[in-house]
C-alpha cells in the first residue's frame, strides 16, 4: 500500500501543472479495480498545508443520470454517511495529514464489494478559507468466470453438408466484465471464414454477471474425425488478463463410402469342407452403409457386414459378392471374391468282391474324388505296400489273406484325409497253428494255455477235445475264448495240467477239416518235446525225459562215446565181415522216424502228434521261448 501511495504522490506531483484551475490540489488514481465482494480502497490525496477543512465523497451514478449524489461528509469533527444509501455499514474513511510534506490523505473504503458499485467516486477537500479541489477515480469490478463446458454434437456430420455445420457449444457463466470465447482446432485458433462460423450468445444473469455461449460451425472434412476441438476462455481479473481451457473434444465425422472390400478368413490357407469361413465386408465410408450379399447371384441373408459360413461343403464355393448401399447419397459400390471349398470324399475301392481262390490274382483300385491332387497308398499290417492306388495281389496264398488298407491324403491339405479297410479272404481247407504257454512264474499253477489259430475261408469252426491219456474217457472241455482275426478265427483254452491229457483242436469249413492233438502231462522234470508228424498215418514219436547237464558228467559221456565208437566198429566189421559171407540180405527198415528236442527248465512234459494235415504246425511257447516253424 505504502509503495502504491508514494507512486500515487509523484503522479498527483506531475498532475499538479495541469490541474492549475483548482485552489485546492487533489489527485486520485483514474481507475481502481477490485474483485467481486472484495474489499476496495480509493485514495484520495491532496496538498494542504494543513488539514482539510471538510471532505466530501459523492459518487456518480453510470447512465445518463449524471447527477451526483453525497455519500459522505466530514469536517474535522463530524463524520457523516448519507443515510438511505447502499453504503450504509459498507463504507469507511481513513483521514491522515503531514505538516512537514503539506500532505493529506482520505482512503474511502468499501466493504464486499457489488457490481452496483463499479461507478465513478468523487473527493472533494475543502481548505480553511472553502476554497475547494477534487478528483475522482472509476471503480472497475472482476469476478473470474467459472471452468468453461464444451459440448459436441452427438450426430454424426456430413462432410456432404454445404453450409458449415454445428460441431460443438461451449459455455462460460458468471463472468464480469464479460469473457471472451475463443474456438481452437488442434493448435491453431479458428477464424471466422467461409468455412469456420461462430455465433455467441452473452446473457446477462439478474445478478448481473455474464454467461457466454459460443457455438461453432464449421464445413467438416474427412480429416475432421482425427482433429480436437476445444475453447478457450480469457477473462479480465485485477490488473491482468487470465484464461482456463476446456477438454479437448473429437467429432463424428460423416462422409459417403466410396469402396467397398470383401475379405475372407482364414486368408491363408485353402478352405476344405467343415470349416468355418468368415466373409467380411468393409467400406471406406462412415457411418458403415448397408451391405447386401449374394452368392453366385443368389441373394443372402447376413447379419451387418460379416457373412458367417458355418461348415461349408463344396456347395459354398463361387463368387460372394458385397454390395453397399449408402442411405445419405444413394450411392452403392460393390467387391466379390471367389472361394474354393475343397473335399475328398470317401474311398471306393474297386472291386467289392474280395474272396479269393489260391493261387488268384487281384488287382485293388483305391480311388477318391478330390478338388486337389492326392496321393494314394496301400497297407498291409501298417506297413506301406505301394504308393499308388493300384494293388496288385498275385498267386493268392494264405499270406495273401488279410485287412488291406488304402489311404488317401491331399499333399496341399494335410487335414483332409480317407482310409478304407479292404477285407481279402482266401478260400481253402483251414490251416492250423497251434501255441501253448504256461505261466513261466508260478510253477506250481499247473495252467496251460492253448491257442489254436485257423486260416481260412469261410471261417473254420473250432472244436476242442480233452480225453484222459490212460483211461481214454473224454473230459470236460473248459470254457473256450474264440475271436475273428484278420485270415481266420483264434481259439484259446486255458488246462490245468493235473494228470496226463490229450488235448484236440480240430478246425472245419466247407474244404475240409484239419485237427492236431497234445498231450500234456504233470511233470517235475524239466523237459519240452516238440514233435511234428508229416505223415497222415500219425507216427507217434515220444522221447524219454532226459538227464539235465551236470558239470562232471562230461567225463563220462566222453568215455561213453568212446566205448560206443568202439562197440560201432566192431559191430562195422562184423556186418561187414557177415555181408562179404553173403549172410545178410541188403534192405531197409520201413519206417523212418525224427526227434527233435531241447532241453530245457520246464516243469511240463508236452507231447504232441499231428493228425491228417500237412499243414499243421505247432508253434512252441514256453517261458516265453518261443519258436517259430520259420526259425
Ligand atoms: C474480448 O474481446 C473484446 C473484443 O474483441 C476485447 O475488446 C476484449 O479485450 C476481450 N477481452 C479479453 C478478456 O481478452
Ligand atoms: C456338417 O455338414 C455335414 C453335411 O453337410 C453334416 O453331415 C455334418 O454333421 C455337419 N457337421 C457339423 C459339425 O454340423
Ligand atoms: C504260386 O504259389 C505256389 C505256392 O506258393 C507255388 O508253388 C507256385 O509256383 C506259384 N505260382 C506262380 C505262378 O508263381
Ligand atoms: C492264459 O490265458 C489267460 C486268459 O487269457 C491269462 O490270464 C493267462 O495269463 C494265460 N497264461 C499263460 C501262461 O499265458
Ligand atoms: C480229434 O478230433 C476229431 C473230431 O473232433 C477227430 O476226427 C480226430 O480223430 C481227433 N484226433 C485225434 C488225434 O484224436
Known sequence: MTLRYIALLIAGLSVF???????????????????????????????????????????????????????????????????????????????????????????????????????????????????????????????????????????????????????????????????????YKGRFPLQQSEEVKTM???????????????????????????????????????GGVRMTETKKINITVHYPTTEVTLSVNPHDRLIKEGDTVKIRCVGNGKPPPIFSFTHNGDELSSDEEMLLLDNVSRS??????????????????????????HYLDHIVVTPEETVLDQGDDLTLTCNALSSLPTQTAWYKHDMQLVERHVLELNNASYDT??????????????????????????????????????????????SVNLTCHAEGYPSPTITWTLSDQWTGQP????????????????????????????????????????????????????????????????????????????????????AVMIICLLLIAILGSMLYFLYKKGKLPCGRSGKQDFTKEKASKDDIVMEMKSGKSEEAVLLQGVNGDRKSPTE
Open 17 to 183: 501543472t495541469c490541474k492549475t484551475w483548482a485552489v485546492v490540489d487533489v489527485s486520485m488514481e483514474d481507475w481502481v479495480d477490485v474483485s467481486l465482494k472484495g474489499q476496495a480502497e480509493i485514495p484520495c490525496i491532496y496538498t494542504l498545508k494543513e488539514p482539510a477543512k471538510m471532505i466530501v465523497w459523492f459518487t456518480k451514478l453510470p447512465g445518463r443520470d449524471q447527477s451526483r449524489r453525497r455519500i459522505y461528509y466530514y469536517d474535522g469533527q463530524k463524520t457523516v454517511i448519507e443515510e438511505g444509501s447502499e453504503y450504509v455499514g459498507r463504507i469507511k474513511v481513513t483521514h491522515s495529514h503531514e505538516p512537514q510534506n503539506a500532505r493529506g490523505s482520505a482512503i474511502l473504503i468499501i466493504d464486499n464489494v457489488q457490481l452496483s458499485d463499479q461507478r465513478e467516486y468523487i473527493c472533494t477537500v475543502y481548505n480553511v478559507s472553502t476554497d475547494s479541489g477534487e478528483g475522482r477515480t472509476r471503480l472497475q469490478i472482476f469476478n473470474s468466470p467459472s471452468l468453461p463446458v464444451i459440448e459436441g454434437m452427438h450426430t454424426g456430420i456430413s462432410v456432404t453438408v454445404e453450409e458449415p455445420s454445428k460441431v460443438a457449444q461451449c459455455k462460460v457463466d458468471d463472468g464480469y466484465p464479460r469473457p471472451n470465447i475463443t474456438w
Open 200 to 238: 455467441e450468445l452473452v446473457t446477462t444473469k439478474p445478478n448481473g454477471l455474464f454467461t457466454v455461449h459460443s457455438d461453432l460451425y464449421i464445413k467438416v472434412e474427412k480429416t475432421d474425425e482425427d482433429a480436437l476441438f476445444y475453447c478457450e476462455v480469457k477473462y479480465f481479473v485485477p
Open 316 to 341: 459354398n464355393s463361387g463368387t460372394y459378392v458385397c454390395q453397399s448401399f449408402d442411405l445419405d447419397t444413394g450411392t452403392s459400390f460393390e467387391d466379390s471374391i471367389n472361394i474354393t471349398v
Open 401 to 446: 489273406a488279410g485287412m488291406y488298407m488304402c489311404k488317401v491324403t491331399v499333399p496341399s491339405l494335410p487335414d483332409l484325409q480317407e482310409l478304407k479297410s479292404v477285407q481279402v479272404s482266401v478260400r481253402g481247407k483251414p490251416k492250423l497253428t497251434v501255441e501253448m504257454a504256461a505261466d513261466p512264474v508260478n510253477k506250481a499253477d499247473r
Open 475 to 558: 473230459v470236460p472241455v473248459p470254457e473256450v475264448e474264440s475271436q475273428k482275426t484278420d485270415t481266420g478265427v483264434l481259439s484259446m483254452i486255458s488246462v490245468r495240467a493235473t494228470s496226463k491229457l490229450t488235448v484236440n483242436c480240430s478246425a472245419a469249413n466247407e474244404f475240409g477239416t484239419v485237427n492236431v492233438s497234445h498231450k500234456i502231462e504233470a511233470s517235475a522234470r524239466v523237459k519240452t518235446t516238440t514233435t511234428q508228424a508229416t505223415s497222415t498215418k500219425g507216427t507217434r514219436l515220444t522221447t524219454s525225459p532226459k538227464q539235465p547237464h551236470t558239470g562232471s558228467g562230461s567225463g563220462v559221456i566222453i
